[in-house]
């Protein structure tokens, strides 16, 4: 989700894709807000986590397989 869009920005976006009843869907923050604070706002918000830009592949693709892991027994 990026945080600045136009219109409605990722926080809100988020809030009421969870208001939806959407809890199980990952939502990660991907934006170049990195200051002190930032990434509580975007948990605080219902995103699942946080990735600052410049978006780094081996950083996605390890996040992808952080939240699509199945839990072991």
Known sequence: MDI????MDGLEATKVIRAKGFSAIPIVAMTARAMTGDHDSCLRAGMTDYITKPIRK????????KLTRRPTL
């Open 58 to 65: 081996n950083v996605v693709l390890e996040m992808a397989e």
């Open 4 to 7: 600045q869009m136009p219109l």
